[in-house]
């Protein structure tokens, strides 16, 4: 992508900032993803990441096991 | 947000108003909430293989905090989990249902209820000796 004049973006208050549509589209950023924020090695540029975080749990043990059966074995574990 | 609601996530047996409820935390429209005893046991799932999904315990962490609220725990939430349990495990005893007769809160469940009645607000959950004390205190619980 060429950085032109138009992405630059205001800093507000907390350092908030507004993510162009463009960049999210390309990196298929929504509502609701995460992404990490970090300096990059020469400490000169913020470099955004997308994160999955969700997408790690979500149907991560699709039907593997019945969860009544795991939530009971904790409860059992407390039973006098 | 129960400890439940999260293995069901995982095994992709979420109900359609959990999933709904679960989209909503995620975009950020409701906020989610867990407490110290929910994240524990997260993490105790995923050490005994059920979150494989995530590849190391601190992306467990990371996912916890980047997606949901802690609640703090203090002498007062500690009070009010100890009489949920206590009273709890009575209307277990005594459900017309048999299958809960047997069954009891674990100290997680009962903090859960806790801050829901202290909080006012609704339990995702589809554990049902949670579901079925914490409807019995009053408490809406989306599953």
Redesign the interface.
């Known amino acids: 992508m060429t950085m032109k004049k138009s992405d630059c973006v205001t800093v507000r208050k907390k350092g908030v900032i507004v993510l162009p549509k463009k960049v999210r589209e390309q990196l298929t950023i929504s509502?609701?993803d995460?992404v990490r924020v970090s300096v990059d090695d020469r400490g000169k540029k913020v470099v955004l990441s997308k994160v999955d975080?969700?997408?790690?749990?979500?149907?991560?043990?699709?039907?593997?096991?019945?969860?009544?059966e795991?939530?009971?074995e904790?409860?059992r574990g407390?039973?006098p | 947000m129960d400890t439940y609601a999260f293995l069901a996530a995982a095994t992709d047996s979420l109900t359609p108003a959990a999933a709904a409820a679960l989209m909503d935390i995620k975009s950020g429209r409701v906020r989610g909430v867990i407490h110290y005893l929910v994240a524990y046991e997260v993490f105790y799932h995923w050490r005994r293989g059920r979150l494989p999904g995530f590849a190391a315990e601190g992306e467990v962490g990371e996912y916890l905090k980047t997606a949901f609220a802690s609640l703090g725990l203090n002498h007062e939430v500690a009070g009010q989990a100890a009489r949920v349990k206590a009273e709890g495990d009575s209307m277990l005893e005594e459900a017309k249902d048999p299958s809960l007769r047997s069954r009891r809160l674990s100290s997680c469940d009962a903090t859960t209820i806790a801050l829901g009645k202290l909080f006012r607000v609704p339990i995702l959950s589809g554990d049902k000796d949670l579901i079925y004390v914490a409807r019995a205190f009053d408490l809406e619980v989306v599953w």
Do not use: N, Q, T
Request: with cysteine; glycine share 12%.
């Open positions: 509502e609701g995460l975080l969700w997408g790690k749990l979500m149907g991560c043990a699709k039907k593997s096991y019945d969860p009544d795991a939530e009971v904790l409860d407390e039973a």
